[in-house]
Nanobody, 127 residues
Framework: QVQLVESGGGSVQAGGSMRLSCAAS????????MGWFRQSPGKEREGVAA????????WYAGSVKGRFTISRNYAENRLYLQMNSLKPEDTAMYYC????????????????????WGQGTQVTVSS
């Protein structure tokens, strides 16, 4: 059974940095596509960043481009999100997700393209 476990969330002041981690287990093969998503109360879940294999291709939402960096340790099945210059509007529950269908090419930042999800980690940015 595939399991994704996020860690690294917490509270930080605006302008600060935070690094999220996601440990993946239970795969019979590593997922080619993984991503980070976030959801605030009353809002739909949105794609933040996605990565293909070890990073040959990465995608970012416009609101985080230049501030967030997604990376992956393919051999250890770990996914990371380095978040710099955090803003209050970055406050949300952040989720790690993976596409577990071999050969499937998703629209990388669309949540409905992913079939494995973690439980989420809360990020709160205060002004």
């Amino acid at each position: 059974q595939v399991q994704l476990v996020e860690s690294g969330g917490g509270s930080v002041q605006a302008g600060g940095s935070m690094r999220l981690s996601c440990a993946a287990s239970g795969y019979s093969f590593p997922a080619n596509y993984m991503g980070w998503f976030r959801q605030s109360p009353g809002k739909e879940r949105e794609g933040v960043a996605a990565i293909y294999t070890e990073g040959s291709t990465r995608w970012y939402a416009g609101s985080v481009k230049g501030r967030f960096t997604i990376s992956r340790n393919y051999a250890e099945n770990r996914l990371y999100l380095q978040m710099n210059s955090l803003k209050p509007e970055d406050t949300a529950m952040y989720y790690c997700a993976a596409v577990g269908r071999p050969g499937y090419m998703p629209t990388p930042l669309r949540p409905d393209q992913y079939n494995y999800w973690g439980q989420g980690t809360q990020v709160t940015v205060s002004s």
